[in-house]
């Protein structure tokens, strides 16, 4: 878990609370003023690996229902938006949100569990940088439907592309419209907490539980709003128990066509690994399993931007002073985009390219 997963707040006596530490305060009171506190978690653009990672808790998630009333969650219950819009504003205690904003009903969502939740946590890389959902971003709407519908692995004879309203004979349908391109959470409205991880760990979305219930019960503190929580303030190179010399990279390869010494650090067999600018959390998963690191669990603490790190990172190992080699030794990277910005485009400088707007 985070290192400010249990920091007491900032506000001294007499000074003036934060909106974001009026929300915490008020959470943690709700179940001593009376009535049991209320959950819900909602599923935005991403592929529903974080609704798998929260069942994943196993016996634990009798814990959340012990606990909470569980009032909207959709993957796992009957519920409608005409329930939540008829909540009071601030009914919610605690709002897992999981994936990015990338149409007008993710949008119409962010903004509705915003007003009635007290807690809003942007849960998952998707809420919280934009993931794979954000590479996206680097091509128009047009451009991003034609890939999905009219690509040679599509039976589409008709070349049917879906269209935001279309008339039925039981009456007008319509569904959600692209925007330009894919938002983080924290993009479209005011975010309290970040809770990182491609799908977060299911252990640490426990001990995230864990500290939540006992700070309802007066137990504990909740962390200072706008931390990382279910994370580490580090980096999964520091996890990672590999061993690491001085790097000094010749050549990078793909890890298919190598057989990689198990115990050496991947970077310096020339496998592309982004643990040393990736904050730490996973318990470097991939990496003990012989797989690189990804990047899934975003910046490591205190980075700008995550994949101008990364690439410095990899520039000061590159063992040549000659631009030709350089060139060559950089061009073993075959996606240097979804390598360096696979799981942060969205939430990078970059955001995108200009031909998300065309």
Known sequence: MSENTTSPS???????????????????????MGGKPKFAMYWAASC?????????????????????????WPVAMDAKYKDVEAMADGEITLCLFNGGIRNDENEHM?????????????????ANEGCV???????SIKDVLAAAYQSPSTENPQNIIPQPSWKAPEGEIHIPTLKPWLKTLDQ????????????????????????????????AQLPLPKSVIGAGGSTVCDECPRQRNIKKIKKFVRIQDIRPDPDLCLLEQGILCSGLATRSGCGALCPKAGAPCVGCYGPA????????????????VIDSNDPQEIERILDGIPDPVGSFYRFNLAGSLLHGSKAAWT
Do not use: W
């Not at 001294?12 to 179940?31: F, H």
């Not at 959902?133 to 091509?139: D, E, F, I, R, V």
């Open 10 to 32: 900032p506000q001294s006596a007499g000074a003036a609370a934060t909106p974001q530490e009026d929300r915490a305060r008020e959470a943690s009171q709700q179940p001593r």
């Open 48 to 72: 529903g690996g974080c609704e798998i990672a929260v069942l994943n808790i196993h016996e634990k998630i009798l814990d959340v229902d012990a606990n909470f009333d569980v009032v909207f």
């Open 110 to 126: 962010a903004h509705l569990l915003r007003q009635k939740s007290k807690i809003l946590v942007a849960f998952g890389s998707c």
């Open 133 to 139: 959902p954000a590479l996206a971003n680097l091509s």
């Open 188 to 219: 479209e409205v005011d975010v309290d907490y970040y809770m990182p991880g491609c799908p977060p760990e299911s252990s640490q979305i426990a001990a995230v539980v864990d500290l939540v219930i006992q700070a309802l019960k007066g137990q």
């Open 301 to 316: 603490a205190g980075t700008l931007d995550y994949g101008a790190r990364l690439m410095s990172a990899v520039a000061s």
